[in-house]
Protein backbone atom coordinates (compact mmCIF):
# COMPACT_ATOMS: atom_id res chain seq x y z
CA UNK A 1 0.00 0.00 0.00
CA UNK A 2 1.16 3.22 -1.01
CA UNK A 3 1.32 5.90 1.60
CA UNK A 4 2.75 9.87 1.35
CA UNK A 5 2.20 11.79 4.92
CA UNK A 6 2.73 15.43 5.31
CA UNK A 7 3.60 16.62 8.28
CA UNK A 8 5.27 19.90 9.46
CA UNK A 9 1.97 22.56 8.57
CA UNK A 10 0.78 25.42 11.43
CA UNK A 11 0.39 28.59 11.63
CA UNK A 12 3.45 31.26 11.28
CA UNK A 13 3.33 35.18 11.03
CA UNK A 14 4.35 36.71 7.67
CA UNK A 15 8.23 36.49 7.03
CA UNK A 16 8.45 33.12 9.18
CA UNK A 17 9.82 29.56 8.16
CA UNK A 18 8.10 26.24 8.30
CA UNK A 19 9.64 22.97 6.84
CA UNK A 20 7.28 20.36 5.36
CA UNK A 21 7.62 16.98 5.37
CA UNK A 22 6.63 13.90 3.44
CA UNK A 23 6.89 10.52 4.49
CA UNK A 24 6.78 8.19 1.48
CA UNK A 25 6.35 4.53 1.83
CA UNK A 26 5.04 1.54 -0.53
CA UNK A 27 6.94 2.62 -3.31
CA UNK A 28 10.76 2.14 -4.66
CA UNK A 29 10.99 6.19 -3.20
CA UNK A 30 14.77 6.72 -5.06
CA UNK A 31 13.50 5.51 -8.44
CA UNK A 32 10.64 8.21 -7.83
CA UNK A 33 9.88 12.08 -9.11
CA UNK A 34 8.21 14.09 -6.02
CA UNK A 35 6.34 17.67 -5.82
CA UNK A 36 4.89 19.70 -3.71
CA UNK A 37 1.44 21.57 -4.57
CA UNK A 38 -0.83 23.58 -2.96
CA UNK A 39 -4.43 24.82 -2.90
CA UNK A 40 -5.80 28.15 -1.05
CA UNK A 41 -9.53 28.42 -0.46
CA UNK A 42 -11.50 29.09 -3.83
CA UNK A 43 -8.56 28.58 -5.63
CA UNK A 44 -6.75 25.90 -8.31
CA UNK A 45 -4.47 23.16 -7.04
CA UNK A 46 -1.13 24.62 -8.20
CA UNK A 47 2.36 23.40 -8.69
CA UNK A 48 5.11 24.75 -6.00
CA UNK A 49 7.88 22.56 -6.63
CA UNK A 50 9.10 19.51 -8.18
CA UNK A 51 12.38 17.13 -7.53
CA UNK A 52 13.38 14.52 -9.73
CA UNK A 53 14.28 10.92 -8.70
CA UNK A 54 17.27 10.50 -6.76
CA UNK A 55 17.22 14.13 -5.51
CA UNK A 56 18.16 15.45 -8.97
CA UNK A 57 17.09 18.79 -10.62
CA UNK A 58 14.58 20.90 -9.08
CA UNK A 59 11.95 23.33 -10.76
CA UNK A 60 10.08 25.81 -8.66
CA UNK A 61 7.01 28.03 -9.16
CA UNK A 62 7.82 31.91 -10.16
CA UNK A 63 5.68 32.63 -6.84
CA UNK A 64 8.03 30.85 -4.79
CA UNK A 65 11.35 30.83 -6.26
CA UNK A 66 14.38 31.78 -4.32
CA UNK A 67 12.02 31.53 -0.74
CA UNK A 68 11.33 27.28 -0.65
CA UNK A 69 13.54 24.90 -1.44
CA UNK A 70 12.61 21.18 -2.28
CA UNK A 71 14.90 18.49 -0.85
CA UNK A 72 14.80 14.59 -0.59
CA UNK A 73 16.38 11.95 1.67
CA UNK A 74 16.26 9.04 -0.03
CA UNK A 75 17.75 7.07 3.33
CA UNK A 76 14.44 8.15 5.04
CA UNK A 77 11.72 8.17 2.01
CA UNK A 78 11.34 11.82 2.49
CA UNK A 79 10.73 14.71 0.81
CA UNK A 80 11.15 18.28 2.21
CA UNK A 81 9.85 21.54 1.71
CA UNK A 82 11.93 24.34 3.57
CA UNK A 83 9.51 27.37 3.31
CA UNK A 84 11.23 30.70 4.03
CA UNK A 85 10.04 34.45 3.76
CA UNK A 86 6.43 33.05 4.22
CA UNK A 87 3.72 35.35 3.19
CA UNK A 88 -0.21 35.26 3.51
CA UNK A 89 -0.67 34.20 -0.20
CA UNK A 90 1.12 31.53 0.55
CA UNK A 91 -1.44 30.26 2.86
CA UNK A 92 -3.03 27.10 1.68
CA UNK A 93 -3.04 23.29 1.98
CA UNK A 94 -0.07 21.84 0.83
CA UNK A 95 -0.09 17.99 -0.70
CA UNK A 96 2.91 15.79 -1.64
CA UNK A 97 2.91 13.83 -5.24
CA UNK A 98 4.86 10.72 -6.51
CA UNK A 99 5.56 9.73 -10.28
CA UNK A 100 7.61 8.07 -12.09
CA UNK A 101 7.25 9.76 -14.93
CA UNK A 102 8.66 13.72 -14.11
CA UNK A 103 6.59 15.26 -16.07
CA UNK A 104 3.65 13.85 -15.00
CA UNK A 105 3.68 15.61 -11.79
CA UNK A 106 4.13 18.95 -14.19
CA UNK A 107 0.52 18.71 -15.03
CA UNK A 108 -0.73 17.67 -11.86
CA UNK A 109 -0.90 13.89 -13.14
CA UNK A 110 0.61 11.79 -10.34
CA UNK A 111 -0.27 8.72 -9.34
CA UNK A 112 0.20 8.71 -5.49
CA UNK A 113 -0.39 11.85 -3.35
CA UNK A 114 -0.77 12.56 0.18
CA UNK A 115 -3.79 14.07 2.34
CA UNK A 116 -2.20 17.13 2.84
CA UNK A 117 -1.37 19.69 5.67
CA UNK A 118 -2.79 23.11 6.10
CA UNK A 119 0.39 26.18 6.06
CA UNK A 120 -1.52 29.44 7.52
CA UNK A 121 0.79 32.67 7.13
CA UNK A 122 -1.31 35.44 8.99
CA UNK A 123 -0.21 37.50 12.20
Given at each position: ?8 G??VQ ?6 L ?36 GT?Y?A ?22 S????DT ?9 V ?10 Y ?11
Amino acid sequence: QVQLVESGGGLVQPGGSLRLSCAVSGILFGIYATGWYRQAPGKQRELVAIIASGGGGTNYAASVKGRFTISADNAKNTVYLQMNSLKPEDTAVYYCAADLVYSHLWTGAADYWGQGTQVTVSS
